[in-house]
């Protein structure tokens, strides 16, 4: 029987969820969904010593305001292997119990060295000019561990309390091969592979031997992780191997970095790029650190996630703009790059861009609402129509990449221009245009239907009859009407504004600007 597709998302709480943890929880969640699987919040919190308050919560309410919730875990429901949270579940015993089967097997062992011993091996190591001293076949041999020390030393330690951490015994020189749903097989040779600490001193399991133990309890089908882990995932396979757990063994993805912009290096959470790295706004208590999110700065979460899924993956056509639906059914290991992919802060709010035209007008204006009470006065607001608002939300979000735009964009909508312009009208103000726009002002008093078709063909018919090419006039028209030089399609706005306040305006800016 196939093994039923179950992925986990399995973040340490150690710090604000970064923009490359909530890919791999997304690349996770589509191809659990797309595969009619599970997807699991597991949280990693077996080093104290780095864990952070309100990391777990941060992890939570970012995957929910992304819309990609695990259906089983931490903060979304018990399901069927609770705890979910891995200082939990060492209280069950579970990761001592392997540990203790990998000793009996004699594929793991017990080390006694402090960290001065440590210290001093790695000098010893680096003064004989190993490359990358480790802990491994040959140096182990003169540590203080259960392979050097006589069974009775090893008990007189233990029973005197000293504390000791248990180590895989990694062989020497031999072939581990494994492979990659992304990068096809890996060959790595064991003499690279350190004796990895599998259980600490203070009884809690390392991320090594936790994830596995997890992964084999939960029964999870894929692990799909960042690419700083390929270098361990050898010892991954050994240890499955000596629990004699291949077949339980999930089949591994490795994500492909996420580069800077100019692909120097990984990007960090320090990158000065102005987009956020951050889902949410996160304020680190340890460090003072602020971060600014995602969606405090204005992005839709139906952008970041797009945004999200093209970085490292695509979809083989020239198609962009994806749906979560579509994403899901599109999504496949295959098409992931093997290489980093770069972070383009400009296609990120090119992405925003996209959702913020096909968003309907009525939520848009209700995302402006609070924008405008904070700068209109109170009576003025309650005058504003629905009709209005919606035909202001339709005209400036052409231009704009997020809402918070729409009142620098947009506020002469409200707020009649009292200045103009001065390039415009030094370029373009003179006897001829004046009496143009006296013109206009009077023909559109005329109108009965206040149309931008109508008042185009107006304008038009004006220009003509004043002998004056329409083009010379439209944007001396456009700073009369907004006191700025560009915007959105002006007629539409002649329309919106209403005859009314054109006339108004225009009769206003005929009299300011010729003083
Ligand atoms: N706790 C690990 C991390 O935060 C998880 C890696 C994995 O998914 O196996 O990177």
Known sequence: ??????????????????????????????????????????????????????????????????????????????????????????????????????????????????????????????????????????????????????????????????????????????????????????????????????????????????????????????????????????????????????????????????????????????????????????????TGEKYVGYRETGFFPEAFINMLAMLGWNPGTTQELFTLDELIAAFTFERVNKSGAKFDPEKTKWFNQQYLRMKPDAELAELFKPVLKENLSESHYSQLSTHYLQGVCKLVKEKAHFVSEFWEGGKYFFIAPTTFDADVIKKRWNEQSAGFIKEVTEAFKNLNTFTAAETEVTFKATAEKSGIGAGQVMQLFRVCLSGVGGGPMLFEMVELLGKEEVVKRLAFAIETIKN
């Open 1 to 286: 029987m196939e093994k039923r597709v179950r992925l986990r998302f399995a973040p340490s709480p150690t710090g604000g969820l970064h923009m490359g943890g909530v890919r791999t929880a997304l690349f996770s969640y589509l191809f659990a969904k797309k595969h009619k699987g599970d997807f699991i919040l597991r949280i990693e919190d077996t080093d104290q010593t780095r864990y952070v308050k309100g990391a777990e919560e941060y992890i939570i309410e970012s995957l929910k305001w992304c819309g990609i919730e695990p259906n089983e875990g931490v903060g979304f429901g018990d399901g069927p292997h609770a705890p979910y949270r891995q200082s939990e579940r060492k209280e069950l015993g579970i990761y001592k119990k392997y540990a203790d089967q990998l000793i009996a097997s004699g594929h793991a062992y017990v080390a006694f060295d402090t960290s001065e011993e440590l210290d001093a091996m790695r000098k010893r190591l680096e003064a004989a000019k190993v490359v990358a001293p480790q802990y491994n076949s040959v140096s182990r041999q003169n540590m203080r561990n259960s392979l050097t020390l006589s069974e009775d030393d090893v008990k007189k330690l233990m029973d005197a309390g000293t504390p000791y951490v248990i180590r895989l015994k990694v062989p020497r020189n031999e072939e581990i091969r494994f492979h990659d749903i992304i990068r096809g097989w890996v060959v790595v040779n064991s003499t690279q592979v350190d004796d990895k600490v599998l259980l600490k001193s203070d009884g809690m399991p390392t991320y090594h031997l936790a994830h596995i133990v997890d992964d084999i309890e939960m029964e999870i089908s894929h692990a799909v992780r960042g690419e700083e882990w390929l270098p361990s995932a050898p010892s991954h396979v050994l240890i499955y191997r000596y629990l004699g757990m291949e077949d339980k063994m999930p089949l591994l993805a490795h994500l492909p970095l996420i580069l800077k912009p100019d692909g120097n290096g990984k990007l960090s959470k320090r990158d000065k790029s102005g987009i956020p790295m951050f889902p949410l706004d996160w304020y680190d208590e340890r």
